[in-house]
Nanobody, 122 residues
Framework: QVQLVESGGGLVQAGDSLRLSCAVS??????MGWFRQAPGKEREFVAA????????RYADSVKGRFTISRDNAMNTVYLQMNSLKPEDTAVYYC?????????????????WGQGTQVTVSS
């Protein structure tokens, strides 16, 4: 049974940092991604990483502030979030796919975690 379990969310102040983790069990996936969904808004792409960790992609809104990484030995993907802003407030979801290329559309990911809440106060 495939499971993706996120952790690391919380309530922080603007300018603070958080690191999200996503533990994967059941199988390995080539491409891992992070998405987020704020209240009343559609789920949006945040970042993704390929199997080797050599290729990454980021949403323009988080470039330079967020870093995605993965530890295949630990079957875990991370999202380091620095210089957080109130507009980063959302539920963050880990997603996985067996694609050979990095994808940024939620519909291309068929495995999802339950989400972790990140709230950034001003």
């Amino acid at each position: 049974q495939v499971q993706l379990v996120e952790s690391g969310g919380g309530l922080v102040q603007a300018g603070d940092s958080l690191r999200l983790s996503c533990a994967v069990s059941g199988r390995a996936f080539t491409v891992m991604g992070w998405f987020r969904q704020a209240p009343g808004k559609e789920r949006e792409f945040v970042a993704a990483i390929d199997w080797r960790g050599s290729r990454t992609r980021y949403a323009d809104s988080v470039k330079g502030r967020f870093t995605i990484s993965r530890d295949n030995a630990m079957n875990t993907v991370y999202l380091q979030m620095n210089s957080l802003k109130p507009e980063d407030t959302a539920v963050y979801y880990c997603a996985a796919t067996t694609s050979l290329v990095i994808l940024t559309t939620a519909n291309n990911y068929n495995n999802w975690g339950q989400g972790t809440q990140v709230t950034v106060s001003s």
